[in-house]
């Protein structure tokens, strides 16, 4: 059945096509499968990270942003905008002269080697490797955990049988 463009119009049909068929167009996406097994590769071939490793220290600009934040909501109460601070920040940044970042700098370079040492320890435990008492102590202790809750559900339920 040909229609024309009026009837067509008329009908709802712009194009000759329905909703439903502009819809499934919209929606149908041609992906290429992704190197090495899809997502779940990329997850399985990366380590997790670990909690108790020492994060890196702040640079000199994110020592500067520390304290710039805390002058610049003083200065405008009434800016919520997260973008317009670090804007002003790196405006900021970029006019002070080198004597003027100097203390910054100073600070950044003092978390830097705390950081180092933290990272000497860290890596010293690592090479160690995890220490098979604490391992022993949490699995016992877990056991006995599991034993005490087992044992209050076992009272309960007799009391209930008493009455």
Same mark, same amino acid.
Do not use: I
């Given at each position: 059945?040909?229609?024309?463009?009026?009837?067509?119009?008329?009908?709802?049909?712009?194009?000759?096509?329905?909703?439903?068929?502009?819809?499934?167009?919209?929606?149908?996406?041609?992906?290429?499968?992704?190197?090495?097994?899809?997502?779940?590769?990329?997850? !399985?071939?990366?380590?997790?990270?670990?909690?108790?490793?020492?994060?890196?220290?702040?640079?000199?600009?994110?020592?500067?942003?520390? +304290?710039?934040?805390?002058?610049?909501?003083?200065?405008?109460?009434?800016?919520?905008?997260? #973008?317009?601070?670090?804007?002003?920040?790196?405006?900021?940044?970029?006019?002070? !002269?080198? #004597?003027?970042?100097?203390?910054?700098?100073?600070?950044?370079?003092?978390?830097?080697?705390? %950081? +180092?040492?933290?990272?000497?320890? %860290?890596?010293?435990?690592?090479?160690?490797?995890?220490?098979?008492? +604490?391992?022993?102590?949490?699995?016992?202790?877990?056991?006995?955990?599991?034993?005490?809750?087992?044992?209050?559900?076992?009272?309960?339920?007799?009391?209930?049988?008493? +009455?």
């Amino acid at each position: 059945m040909n229609l024309s463009a009026n009837e067509l119009t008329c009908l709802g049909m712009k194009g000759g096509r329905s909703k439903s068929d502009t819809k499934s167009a919209k929606l149908s996406v041609n992906k290429k499968p992704a190197k090495g097994g899809g997502a779940a590769a990329k997850k !399985s071939g990366k380590a997790a990270k670990d909690p108790n490793k020492p994060k890196r220290p702040a640079s000199a600009f994110f020592v500067f942003m520390e +304290e710039f934040r805390e002058t610049y909501k003083k200065e405008h109460p009434k800016n919520k905008s997260v #973008a317009a601070v670090g804007k002003a920040g790196g405006d900021k940044w970029k006019s002070l !002269s080198a #004597a003027e970042k100097a203390p910054f700098v100073a600070k950044a370079d003092k978390r830097k080697v705390e %950081y +180092e040492k933290k990272m000497k320890a %860290y890596n010293k435990e690592q090479a160690e490797g995890p220490k098979e008492e +604490e391992e022993s102590e949490k699995s016992v202790s877990e056991v006995n955990d599991e034993d005490e809750d087992e044992d209050e559900e076992g009272s309960a339920e007799e009391d209930d049988d008493d +009455e």
